[in-house]
């Protein structure tokens, strides 16, 4: 991998699929832009799934809420 992530290793690198063109990254279950930056621990999140990914810290706004 020669792509430059600020955070520190493979295992907590984000996945760039999952990231806004800002450096915030975005929730793996509906693509929302969430309040975390990449760089941002895991421990100091909500919402972040281990082995998954970031997902929205109050939960997603889906197509039943109509925001999505
Ligand atoms: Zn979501």
Do not use: W
Request: charge should be negative.
């Amino acid at each position: 991998m020669a792509m430059e992530i600020q955070a520190g290793c493979d295992q907590c690198s984000p996945n760039p699929e999952f990231v806004s063109p800002d450096g915030y990254d975005l929730c793996v279950h509906c693509g929302a832009k969430t309040p975390y930056k990449t760089e941002t621990h895991i421990d100091a999140r909500i919402g972040y799934v281990e082995g998954v990914g970031q997902t929205c810290p109050n939960g997603c706004k889906t197509k039943e809420e109509g925001h999505y």
